[in-house]
């Protein structure tokens, strides 16, 4: 069952796992379950979504209740402030804005840009390649544009590429994961989603707490972040 995070006469929302996709699409031919379909189910009404979050992500997802309601939210979340988090290969400077313009699937040249603060580093006393240690930074992420994977490339621009990421990762920092952890989960994760209720106009904040899986590796990598704050 999906966890609900917020409900009401207008809009619901949900904890999206990971791998879960959120509709059918020509990019996802190899599955047949999808978010949209089982909240669905789940709540027995009707459900649209709002945006869109990538499979291999996890975290807030937003759905209107009735289709005359799409336009309003999504007008209104356009100009809401999205705050994700991430585990990263590397010391992430302590705070940053990365502006590197995308290219859409259609060849478009789109203008990106993404602010980050880092809120804590590991290291842990596993070699890497010529490295005696590996080192690892957890990191809030707000993006200012929309753009498609915008997080996972931008960060791989940095050479500080999430974990778990395929294509825009590091393989061989996935291999290790995986071999060492059996961990094969991207780490990026969407926390918080604040915006107006275009309904009563009050502010709202939807917050979806890190998956198992997430808190499992913040703890193999010792960080010491209160994982209730998280």
Same mark, same amino acid.
């Given at each position: 069952?999906?966890?609900?995070?917020?409900?009401?006469?207008?809009?619901?929302?949900? $904890?999206?796992?990971?791998?879960?996709?959120?509709?059918?699409?020509?990019?996802?031919?190899?599955?047949?379950?999808?978010?949209?379909?089982?909240? !669905?189910?789940?709540?027995?009404?009707?459900?649209?979504?709002?945006?869109? @979050?990538?499979?291999?992500?996890? +975290?807030?997802? %937003?759905?209107?209740?009735?289709?005359?309601?799409?336009?309003?939210?999504?007008?209104?979340?356009?100009?809401?402030?999205?705050?994700?988090?991430? @585990?990263?290969? +590397?010391?992430?400077?302590?705070? +940053?804005?990365?502006?590197? #313009?995308?290219?859409? =699937?259609?060849?478009?040249?789109?203008?990106?840009?993404?602010?980050?603060?880092? %809120?804590?580093?590991?290291?842990?006393?596993?070699?890497?390649?010529?490295?005696?240690?590996?080192?690892?930074?957890?990191?809030?992420?707000?993006? %200012?544009? +929309?753009?498609?994977?915008?997080?996972?490339?931008?960060?791989?621009?940095? !050479?500080?590429?999430?974990?778990? =990421? !395929?294509?825009?990762?590091?393989?061989?920092? $996935?291999?290790?994961?995986? $071999?060492?952890? #059996?961990? $094969?989960?991207?780490?990026?994760?969407?926390?918080?989603?604040?915006?107006?209720?275009?309904?009563?106009?009050?502010?709202?904040?939807?917050?979806?707490?890190?998956?198992?899986?997430?808190?499992?590796?913040?703890?193999? /990598?010792?960080?010491?972040?209160? /994982?209730?704050? /998280?």
């Amino acid at each position: 069952m999906l966890e609900v995070l917020f409900e009401n006469e207008h809009m619901i929302a949900i $904890n999206k796992p990971h791998g879960l996709a959120v509709h059918k699409s020509k990019l996802v031919r190899n599955t047949t379950v999808f978010a949209l379909q089982l909240l !669905r189910d789940q709540i027995g009404h009707y459900v649209t979504p709002i945006h869109r @979050i990538d499979r291999k992500t996890s +975290g807030v997802l %937003l759905f209107s209740k009735t289709p005359s309601e799409t336009a309003a939210i999504q007008n209104e979340l356009q100009k809401s402030d999205k705050t994700y988090m991430a @585990i990263v290969r +590397g010391f992430t400077p302590e705070s +940053g804005k990365i502006e590197k #313009n995308l290219v859409s =699937d259609n060849g478009k040249i789109q203008e990106a840009t993404t602010i980050y603060k880092t %809120l804590e580093y590991s290291e842990i006393n596993i070699a890497q390649g010529a490295h005696s240690t590996a080192r690892y930074s957890l990191v809030s992420i707000k993006p %200012l544009t +929309g753009r498609k994977h915008q997080i996972r490339k931008h960060f791989n621009h940095l !050479r500080h590429p999430i974990i778990g =990421d !395929r294509p825009h990762g590091c393989n061989k920092q $996935n291999r290790f994961f995986l $071999n060492t952890w #059996n961990m $094969n989960t991207m780490l990026l994760h969407a926390k918080d989603l604040s915006m107006y209720d275009p309904y009563s106009n009050e502010p709202l904040r939807i917050s979806a707490p890190l998956s198992s899986e997430f808190k499992r590796m913040v703890v193999s /990598l010792k960080f010491k972040t209160d /994982l209730l704050n /998280l």
